[in-house]
């Protein structure tokens, strides 16, 4: 069974970095794409970033790009996110995600439980 545990949030001042962390259990994480999706207030889910199995290639929608690096340690199982230039916006719950976008974003069970981002002065 996929089982994802965040860290890592918190609340920052717009124009701050946090850096989130994922830890995997229950499959084979050095195989798996994986990736970060968040819930901001009263939204539906949305992908925030991608990275391949072997970690060699990211993707970020346009909200993102440039702020957000996603990472991965497969030998640690571990998945990171670094935020950096945070906007108010930004505010959700982040969660790890096991597989693609479209995978994830369908199926709550590939989810962690989340942490709270708040991006606030």
């Known amino acids: 069974e996929v089982h994802l545990v965040e860290s890592g949030g918190g609340l920052v001042q717009p124009g701050g970095s946090l850096r989130l962390s994922c830890v995997a259990s229950g499959f084979t994480f050095a195989t798996a794409d994986m990736g970060w999706l968040r819930q901001r207030p009263g939204q539906g889910p949305e992908w925030v970033a991608a990275?391949?199995?072997?970690?060699?290639?990211?993707y970020y929608p346009d909200s993102v790009k440039g702020r957000f690096t996603v990472s991965r340690d497969n030998a640690k199982n571990a998945l990171y996110l670094q935020m950096d230039l945070l906007k108010p916006e930004d505010t959700a719950v982040y969660y790890c995600g096991a597989g693609n976008p479209s995978e994830s974003l369908g199926n709550r069970d590939l989810w962690g439980q989340g942490t709270q981002v708040t991006v606030s002065s």
């Open positions: 990275i391949e199995e072997r970690g060699d290639k990211t």
